[in-house]
């Protein structure tokens, strides 16, 4: 089973709509997560880290549930540069320093 | 301008050849990271330093090496050892320990085998 896992998609999502895809992670004490976009053929981009609370950035949302160990980003009113692939991105390692473990990522197509 | 950069953008590889990628960041992180990334796949770790003269193998570390003389600069070489090195090669720095803290990475560099 693999560390991190994501709905590969792609999500064909229509300009202005509203779309959600989450990410489960197998390993409980997990410390920290984080959502990356990255677009074709570039590096990931950070887009935010997700807290236990929950956190908004704009039309983006990211959601913890640690009890069924996954985390979900919502996109409201997509426009046509939210298509990317999203990488969900999980610290597994014990320690200071951690280890990031990487989702193969969820690609979001926003069509006119 | 700061950052991370990554040269060459395209690199080619003949058969028993060792390649090096560069990677060099300006932004006094004191960690800094290898992966590769293959089609449908996660990033994978290949090396990894969390301060000068000190590096670790990831999880696929066979086939590469690395050094880190400085803490701007952290070359990989791929070597004829690895025998399936067609991949994107990212470099990525973290500034300091910290488990809140995350990564980032450098503009990448193809590796294709001719």
């Known amino acids: 089973r693999k560390e991190v896992e994501q709905d590969p998609g792609p999500f064909n999502v229509p300009e202005g709509a509203t779309v959600a895809f989450n990410c489960t992670y197998s390993n409980s004490a997990s410390q920290s997560f984080f959502w990356y976009r990255q677009d074709c053929r570039k590096e990931p981009k950070l887009l935010m880290s997700?807290?236990?609370s929950g956190n908004e950035d704009g039309r983006f949302t990211a959601q913890l549930n640690r009890a069924s160990q996954y985390i979900s980003l919502l996109i409201r009113d997509s426009k046509l540069s939210d298509s990317a692939t999203y990488l969900c991105?999980?610290?597994?390692?014990?320690?200071?320093?951690?280890?990031?473990?990487f989702g193969a990522g969820t690609q979001v197509v926003v069509t006119p | 301008d700061g950052g991370i950069t990554q040269s060459p953008k395209y690199l080619f590889r003949k058969e028993g050849q060792n390649v090096t990628l560069s990677c060099e960041q300006n932004l006094n992180h004191d960690a800094m990271y290898w992966y590769r990334q293959d089609p449908g796949q996660g990033l994978r770790l290949i090396y990894y330093?969390?301060?000068?003269?000190?590096?670790q193998k990831g999880d696929i570390a066979e086939g590469y090496s690395v050094s880190r003389e400085k803490k701007e600069s952290f070359p990989l070489t791929v070597t004829s050892a690895q025998k399936n090195p067609t991949a994107f090669y990212l470099c990525?720095?973290?500034?300091?320990?910290?488990?809140?803290?995350?990564?980032?990475f450098g503009p990448g560099t193809r590796l294709l085998v001719l």
């Open positions: 991105v999980v610290n597994i390692g014990s320690g200071s320093w951690g280890k990031l473990q």
């Open positions: 330093s969390q301060i000068v003269n000190d590096f």
């Open positions: 997700v807290y236990s």
């Open positions: 990525a720095t973290k500034p300091s320990q910290g488990a809140q803290e995350t990564q980032y």
